[in-house]
């Protein structure tokens, strides 16, 4: 399968992807645990379930926030 290089925006920050790419497979590929994070795609909060439909495609914004367990 033929991938491109995508430019995306991600926390801010510029970043070049293979991609198109799921949502899913960015995560992975940035050794990210799908089970600990909330992801926002272009300003819309993703469902854990919509993970491997959403596409990142050139130009797209995303937000990878982490959640921290502590007391």
Known sequence: MFTTSVHISLNGDPLDVPGPVTVAALLESLEIDVRRV????????????????????????VEIVNFVGGG
């Open 38 to 61: 909330a992801v926002e795609h272009n300003l819309v909060i993703l469902k854990r379930t919509a993970f491997d439909q959403t596409l990142v495609r050139e130009g797209d914004n």
